[in-house]
């Protein structure tokens, strides 16, 4: 592991998922203090009276304290890290919101839909000055094993940064480096955070071309289900992201380019790109239930999302639009009115200017 270097810090953990729980062996083997806070209820009650065992790229086990609610969590904190599904995110703003602190910082791991901004614009209204550093993915991956362990799997050697307001990126960067070790650096604003996750685009065309399988919870390996025709359709999803990007000056790379930096993956196109993976790595396994985030966030807070930027921008999103329909459809479910940030934010009233002066 990396060994942050620099300051210590008290962190309040709101969530008790897999990345929560994978943060918060890191963090604390780094040193820093953990307070852990389950938004759902009990998710974290057995960490009272157990350590945290860690597994994966190092098995260690560490001992953490656990909040009883969010003011208990914001009170014992100097930082929190928000590690919970983007579907969470505004109910658990909400709740910590008359809890915060003028100079704490809030770290939202990971980030879509601009739910830091939705943060940052209500902390200004109830006159909280704080600020929100967002990631666009997660610095760890890792899968929960039970209340109590986790397996850690990777450690991302590059992540981004935005912060709200603008200016304090820099000091959210430092920040995170005395959290999690090297590797930050400065995204130009919380949109190039949001943006710079693919995850939406390759998720969504492989759950709906790939929907009976996960309906009758088959085993099926990813990669080799990214056939020429999804990888075509991946592609679009990809062009519509980084057009929108693009109308409010936003360079992205392309997604072959995201395989390349993250898997090491040297082919070109998509399909081949899949086609190696699948033959280096085997799985991963698709998602065999059909509650999966690959529908249930993706298509609200990714690809909806991109719909919603490109009407502002009026960037065409037809094969965005095409997916989300298409889940839409055989889930018997509206998944555009599942996204519970695009209102409050504002989003169908802004032009491209009015919302970059907000993320400055």
Known sequence: MTEPAGHNYRVGIAGAGAIALASAAWLRRAGHGVIVWSPGGR???????????????QSFSVSVEVADDPAGLCAASDVLLLALPVNGHRQVMDSLLPFLRDGQTVIVSSMASLSSLYLHEAAVRAGRQVTVASFGTTVLTARRESGTQVKVMTRRKA???????????DEAVALCTDLFGEGFSAQGNALASALANVNPQSHGPLAVFNWTRIERAENWPQYHCMTPGVARAIEALDAERRAVAAAFGIELGPIEAHFARSFGTESEKLADIAAELHAKRGGPPGPTQTDTRYVSEDMPYGLAFVEALGAIAG???????????????VNGIDYRRGNDLIDPLGLANETVAGLLARLG
């Open 159 to 169: 992540v981004g940064v935005s912060a709200l307001p603008g200016p304090r990126v």
């Open 315 to 329: 960037v065409p999103t037809p094969a965005t639009r095409t997916i989300v329909d298409a889940a839409s459809l």
């Open 43 to 57: 998710g974290a009650d057995a960490l009272r009276t157990q350590p945290l065992e860690a597994g994966g790229i």
